[in-house]
């Protein structure tokens, strides 16, 4: 058996990396490979994880710090995957970060090549957002500049979500990309359709060997201010009802997604993520806020008196704010009968980035 492979996946919020991983792992596994797959936040109890785990992946996650600020922290996840006899390890880093060549590839090029097949960058990337930020010019400085960082650092470029794409999308989509990224490899993808995968995790993934080895030009002050104006809320709840009625959860996680999006619409606040993870034995509902007007949710109807549900929001505001608009939605629930009993809880606005290595052009 040669090298294990690690293939990194980054990308901003919302981006598909989760979806795209889990898609590809599969893809991979039919293949007969082992799969990893590595999760990453600022804080545990993610339900990127439950997901991953509930479609029985071999799933590390490194919680608490993105891999750049607890490198050791990822190379163990790394080490725990290959100690399971994985052939391929695919990586996801927490969407806020930035700086990813300085910080995770060249390190691990210059430590672990012996160990590893560091497979090149792959940034996700959502079509919406990219024509969102270039439209508002706002690459200088907040969430925009972090985008802008993570594409001109990449390897690879991966566009997502094309079955969302309009003809017009993509011709606006092209024009930024030969005008800022000229020289990077593009891939387009639907990580929902499955349209592109074949090609991009069975030959791209696999077979790409060439690192552009380009570190991006980040000024960590800009990177600290954009990454703070985002807030974090994580958070598992037991769920049930004063009646200790049998409760259809489908639809109460289709409602509960409607309300938040009401109230972070009327708030003005825009939402890089939220979604909800909802189980009871062996059923569950996977939930999300798509943008202002859509959710998504998959999973199957299914009715018990409780559900275990883990949330997590990312939204440009503070995650004091969050943290009290959660509170204002319970109440409302318990206002209909519901009781939630709070099993963790954290919410928090990530802290200056101080990654654990950080090379420059000249290191090696
Ligand atoms: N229409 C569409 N939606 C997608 C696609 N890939 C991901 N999504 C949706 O985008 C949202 C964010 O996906 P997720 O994988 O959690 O993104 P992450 O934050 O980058 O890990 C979810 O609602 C996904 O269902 C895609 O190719 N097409
Ligand atoms: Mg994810």
Known sequence: MGKPKLILVGGFLGAGKTTLLSVAAH??????????????????GLVDTHILEFNGFDVEEVSGSCFCCDFNGFYNAINNLI???????????????????????????????????????????DPFKLLKIIDENSTKEGPGYIYLKQLEEA??????????????????????????????????????????????????????????????????QTYAIGEAMMGWYNATFMIGNVE?????????????????????NYEEIDVNHLKVFLKSGSSHMVGNIINADDINVRGECFYSKSTRMVLNIRAETSHVLIHEIVQDVIEIFENEGFRFEVVTEKHLT???PNPTYRFNETMT
């Not at 893809?27 to 545990?44: C, E, H, M, P």
């Open 27 to 44: 893809f991979l596994q039919s293949d007969k490979k082992k799969v990893g797959l590595i999760t990453n936040d600022q804080a545990a």
């Open 83 to 125: 100690s399971l006899k994985c052939d391929i390890v695919l990586a996801e880093p927490v969407g806020s970060c930035t700086d990813l060549y300085a910080t995770l590839v060249r390190p691990l090029q210059s430590m672990y090549s012996e160990k590893l097949d560091l497979a090149p960058l792959f940034v996700l990337v």
């Open 244 to 264: 200790d009625k049998e409760m259809d959860w489908m639809q109460f996680g289709q409602t509960l997604l409607t309300v938040f999006q009401q109230v972070f």
């Open 155 to 220: 390897d690879h470029l991966v566009i997502n979500k094309i079955d969302l794409l309009k003809t017009e999308d993509r011709a606006k989509i092209q024009e930024v990309l030969d005008t800022q990224f000229p020289e990077h490899p593009v891939h387009w993808i639907s990580a929902k359709t499955g349209a592109g995968i074949e090609e991009l995790a069975g030959s791209t993934f696999l077979n790409s060997q060439a690192h552009r080895n380009r570190i991006a030009d980040v000024d960590y």
């Open 350 to 352: 990530p802290g200056y």
